[in-house]
């Protein structure tokens, strides 16, 4: 599905500074039983974020006012576990156009590229300033410019590249998928497909 | 130049190389459940696009479905529908559908090598983490999101990026009581949750090469709690030997000109990795978990490491213990078991329910235990009454429930409740994966079977006697 471009994203933060975030943590596997994508936002962490009674937990950040935007800083190894696209959807749905990280688990990453999601990997060191500056000034602004590959606290001009490939790039800055790209060479893979012994 | 089995098989399937970016990188089979497939067809249909060759694909009904009375209608509407749709679109799509009931029927990585949609030198993927387990025939098995999976059904292809390689050698032999699980949790323990994150491992070494078929999938199927893509294993006698004969592999001459190629996937002797670790066979004993993710797993008989000992951060540390409430220091053995869970495509296999059975024979069930025993297939519940293991449960107080992923992922209504303590041959340990609140240990199926007729934590090889050694 083609989804919207990303070029420079400005936003204040939602810190949230637990290791090895699991993807059944973000969308919990009793609410995957929808068969379309939307509307996964609103059981983003549904277990961190609602007690059994489905009141909201006072103490989760989602349900703090203080913090909003469209960037979610996590801790390192965020997106572990299951392969379950709909951990993306949800923090696309619920309104994060980025993830920051120290360390992304692949199949996470790989799904949000796939979706507009950019994941954004910082050293640790600057993830640690990411989370001092946002807890200090809750109405602090990151910057994060696809473009030119950099993410910056816009309160101090810190600042860090981030790595991502150049065909990923392309495709989030212009809002292009892979089936398009992969529909172009049908041709090229059906004369591959031939020589396949099995 | 000096290749890696890995490399072998990853570098016959690029179509094309993307300068800067990923491969364009064919799959030869495919296999799709009710899950992570209704959006994808979704995105096909929007598209107008088509499936290009749907004899590669294969459907089972699996995470969501009931594991008792199947023949009944599945009462949850929203689980009704997600099987409802799978059926429909491999209809519409002309996609062979192993659905609910079907004799094929269960866990898609059980399914797939039972049938032998699963070979060496293949690639395959599905839209869950623990295709991985397909590698222990040497394939190159891995778990893709959503969108892949329409890229799949539409272009029997994925994008991504050449993996770096790392190998992981097991020496020697391993002890009384300690299976490839306890391997597998081994090795997790020591390279962590992220330890093997943008790799794929090949598991290596005279453990791995002694393993059966059914115990290399049981350790590749948990490469995934490290990390890693995906994990695989050369193929060997053992390897060929399991797939003959199965109704999806090359029969006649496509066998024999198969099996010219099989022999050639092996690691040559020079090949690099960008990685590797070495460990001693005989120093793993029966693992189990005590916090919230597969790498916080010990040998049974220690004692839960304090935060200092860990890697990672305390606070993080602490959540996860609080959640199972242990403490620092603290003997596993001897802490209460609510439930005992056997299944899953990690341990959910006849050779699994051997050890199980072998354990709990002339005993009896806990009375505090709820057991729920969910074989992973049709099949693997055909050679468990064939075999007379389901008298020998029976007699010991359990139930066979029918094949499902049940507890593992806790869609069904098998879950476990809050607060409830529950040894799992399953795969994960996170928080309110099987059922909100509810607390994990991983472990082997001998040692579940410990729990089970103890109502304890149990080191399985105090009630091992000789004889029954070898069953395990
Ligand atoms: S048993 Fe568990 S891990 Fe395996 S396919 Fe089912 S849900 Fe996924």
């Given at each position: 599905m083609a989804y919207d471009k990303f070029t420079i994203l400005t936003s204040t933060a939602v810190p949230l500074p637990i290791e090895n975030v699991d993807t059944d943590q973000i969308i919990p596997a009793r609410f995957l039983k929808a068969t379309k994508r939307e509307g996964f936002g609103d059981n983003l962490f549904r277990d961190w974020r609602y007690?059994?009674?489905?009141?909201?937990?006072?103490?989760?950040v989602l349900n703090d006012p203080t913090y909003k935007g469209k960037i979610l800083v996590g801790g390192k190894?965020?997106?572990?576990?299951?392969?379950?696209?709909h951990a993306a959807w949800a923090v696309y749905d619920y309104g994060f156009r980025a993830v920051v990280s120290s360390f992304f688990a692949d199949i996470f990453k790989g799904n949000c590229l796939n979706i507009g999601v950019l994941p954004v990997q910082v050293s640790p060191e600057f993830l640690q300033k990411i989370f001092d500056a946002v807890y200090a000034d809750p109405n602090t602004e990151l910057e994060i410019n696809l473009p030119e590959q950099t993410i910056t606290l816009l309160a101090t001009g810190e600042k860090e590249s981030f790595d991502i490939n150049s065909y990923k790039k392309d495709n989030m800055q212009n809002g292009f998928d892979d089936i398009d790209y992969l529909q172009n060479i049908k041709g090229e893979i059906q004369e591959f497909a031939t020589q396949r012994p099995f | 130049m000096s290749k890696t089995l890995f490399d072998k098989v990853w570098d016959s399937h690029v179509v094309r190389k993307i300068e800067g970016g990923p491969d364009v990188f064919f799959i030869d089979r495919h296999l799709i459940h009710e899950v992570t497939s209704p959006v994808a067809f979704l995105g096909l249909k929007s598209r107008g696009l088509s499936v290009l060759y749907p004899e590669r694909t294969f459907a089972t009904a699996d995470h969501n479905t009931p594991t008792i009375n199947q023949h009944l209608p599945v009462a949850d509407p929203l689980s009704a529908n997600q099987l409802k749709q799978l059926e429909e679109n491999a209809n519409e799509f002309g996609i062979r559908h192993w659905g609910l009931g079907h004799q094929k029927n269960g866990i898609v990585h059980v399914v797939g090598p039972e049938n032998g949609i699963t070979l060496p030198g293949a690639t395959i993927v599905c839209g869950d983490s623990h295709t991985s387990t397909h590698g222990a025939f040497g394939a190159i098995a891995f778990g893709i999101g959503t969108s892949e999976v329409e890229m799949v059904l539409t272009s029997q292809c994925i994008m991504q990026p050449k993996p770096k390689k790392m190998r992981i050698n097991i020496t020697g032999s391993l002890g009384k009581g300690v299976t490839p699980k306890d391997v597998a949790l081994f090795i997790i323990s020591k390279l962590t949750t992220s330890g093997a994150t943008g790799y794929f491992v090949e598991y290596a070494g005279e453990v791995f090469e002694k393993m059966s078929m059914e115990g290399r999938m049981t350790v590749c199927n948990l490469s995934i709690e490290m990390g890693a893509r995906g994990g695989m294993i050369a193929p060997d006698e053992t390897t060929f030997n399991y797939i003959a004969g199965r109704e999806f592999t090359p029969k006649g001459e496509a066998w024999d000109k198969a099996m010219e190629y099989w022999k050639t996937l092996k690691t040559d002797a020079d090949a690099v990795f960008d990685m590797e670790y070495t460990f001693d066979?005989?120093?793993?004993?029966?693992m189990i978990t005590y916090g919230t993710n597969p790498g916080m797993g010990m040998g049974i008989s220690k004692a839960i490491p304090t935060a200092e000992e860990v890697e990672g951060g305390k606070a993080t540390y602490e959540k996860s213990l609080g959640y199972m409430g242990f403490h620092e220091g603290e003997a596993m053995i001897g802490k209460p078991v609510d439930y005992v869970f056997v299944g899953s495509c990690?341990?959910?296999?006849i050779e699994d329910f051997r050890a199980f059975a072998s354990l709990v024979k002339g005993r009896k069930k806990a009375d505090n235990v709820v057991a729920w025993l969910v074989p992973g297939s049709h099949i693997v519940e055909a050679q468990i009454k064939e075999e007379g293991i389901l008298d020998i449960l029976t007699e010991a107080g359990f139930e066979l429930r029918q094949p499902g992923c049940s507890a593992c992922l806790a869609m069904n209504d098998d879950k476990v409740p809050a607060g409830k303590y529950a040894v799992s041959t399953s795969n994960r340990n996170f928080?309110?994966?099987?059922?909100?609140g509810a607390r994990t240990m991983l472990a082997s199926p001998l040692v579940a079977a410990a729990a089970a007729v103890t109502g304890v934590v149990t080191d399985p090889r105090t009630l091992i006697e000789e004889e029954t050694l070898e069953l395990a």
């Open positions: 007690n059994s009674d489905n009141t909201p937990k006072a103490d989760f190894n965020f997106g572990s576990g299951s392969s379950r696209e | 066979g005989s120093s793993i004993e029966p990690t341990n959910g296999r928080e309110g994966r099987q059922g909100p």
